[in-house]
């Protein structure tokens, strides 16, 4: 088996007794989120399904910029593997709208990015 070259190793978690999966980059397959940290499944991301997720490490943070979204203007920042470099979604920044504030410092994670380990 190939070592895997990234900092947090979900599945070495001593809180991961409860077997969640753990969603990998689908390039690298260096380890992105557990399955727990999923807010939502119904997001739309620039190449088809998302997830809107609480927590996600192994990324890299892009620069700020303001972006308009389906449910209007927002500050994000693509997120990318920080093993592969290959983008794999969004950083909720900022939201004007106040039904939109439930969003920042979230992630959006593109499904076609992803795979299920």
Not at 39 to 62: E, K, Y
Not at 68 to 93: E, F, N, P, Q
């Amino acid at each position: 088996m190939v070592a895997k070259r990234h900092a947090h190793y979900l599945s070495s978690s001593a809180a991961n007794h409860d077997k969640t999966a753990l969603y990998s980059c689908s390039s690298c397959h260096s380890e992105l989120f557990d399955q727990k940290d999923i807010i939502s499944r119904a997001f739309q991301g620039r190449h088809g399904q998302a997830f809107l997720i609480h927590q996600v490490v192994n990324i890299c943070i892009g620069d700020q910029e303001e972006r308009m979204l389906m449910t209007g203007l927002h500050t994000v920042a693509d997120i990318s593997c920080s093993v592969c470099c290959g983008k794999v979604g969004w950083v909720y920044i900022k939201s004007p709208e106040r039904n939109q504030k439930y969003k920042e410092n979230k992630f959006i994670v593109e499904k076609v990015r992803v795979i299920k380990e």
